[in-house]
């Protein structure tokens, strides 16, 4: 599923190939048609992601507000420029555990890519095929592959598709697509816990600290409630407990508090590296070829996440796996007993 640093990668794209420009919008499956209809010919003003939430401002106070939840996505297609402070992107953002497409080589670049389609372009977009012709360097453009058709066919259940003249975007299997007036639009910021990449960073550390502090649910609980902390999905939970040690049973008001605010200082950490690499890359320390390794697979670079049954990398314990909040949680029950 699509954790915070994915949203934040797609407000970017938004932000250089939407904002400024002229909108057509329409629901080709047709559940958002009434609100396509109102978006459609509006210019885009701003966009920002909370958390998981992406807000697209469009002129007249209107904003979209898409929340992609377990299996949504957004498909870019056409001419796409990248943002600077991306590293490497796709065609596909949100999504991104499948596999099976075809693409250009010189496509990729400088990018490390990832045999699960974390960030790559080879391995995005099953069950389709994408056409999008990304190049990494913010001077060129992504161009959509000659004999392209344009505007792309619709392909599957697209509720909204944005375009400029150059670009398309497809929004498939969003848990929500509404849109907001600029009040509701912040009484649903207001809800979520600090994003470390939105608002003041002292304001949000002591948010974090107090939300949890005052609690009796466990931590493992806590860190996916996005009340509490926007953004951390199953892979950055599992993650942040074991680099902190931490049981993830204990009771949110019993973790001390130097560590609640570290857990809060390494999630500012590696939300802005997911954002820059587009992958959640949870090791430090690792030589040039343990990076690239971890670049290129998802099993060379997480401490405990996807490794139930495996050798913990620090002690031998087999890794445990257990279920809680109906999600999977991978820990090692002696580092972090
Ligand atoms: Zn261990």
Known sequence: MPEGHSVHRIARQFDRNFVGRTMRASSPQGRFAEGAAILDGREAMSVQAVGKQMFLEAE??????????????????????????????????????????????DAVED????????????????????????????????????????????????????????????????????????????????????DPLVGDPAHNEERFVRAVRKKQTVIALLLMDQAVVSGIGNVYRAEM??????????????????????????????????????????????TPTQYRAAMASRDDRHWVYHRAGLPCRVCGTEIALEEIGARKLYWCPRCQA
């Open 60 to 105: 007249g106070d209107i904003w979209l507000r898409v929340h992609l939840g377990l299996y949504g996505a957004w498909d870019f297609a056409g001419e796409i420029l990248v943002d600077p402070t991306i590293a490497s992107s796709n065609g596909r953002m949100g999504q991104t555990n499948q596999r099976g497409t075809t693409l250009d080589d």
């Open 241 to 286: 407990l074991f680099r902190q040690r931490l049981n993830p049973h204990t009771p949110g008001r019993d973790v001390p508090e130097d560590v609640v605010r570290a857990l809060w200082h390494d999630w500012v950490r590696l939300l802005a590296i997911g954002v820059e690499t587009g992958q959640m890359m949870t090791m430090d320390d690792l």
């Open 111 to 194: 990018a490390i890519l990832d045999d699960a389609g974390e960030n790559s372009l080879a391995s995005i977009g099953a069950p389709r095929r994408t056409r999008v012709h990304v190049r990494m360097s913010e001077q060129t453009k992504g161009l959509a592959d000659e004999g392209t058709e344009w505007p792309p066919p619709v392909v599957g259940q697209v509720r909204l598709r944005l375009m400029t003249d150059l670009t398309a975007a497809d929004l498939r299997g969003p848990t929500a697509c509404v849109l907001q007036t600029p009040d509701e639009m912040l009484a649903t910021i207001a809800k979520l816990g600090p």
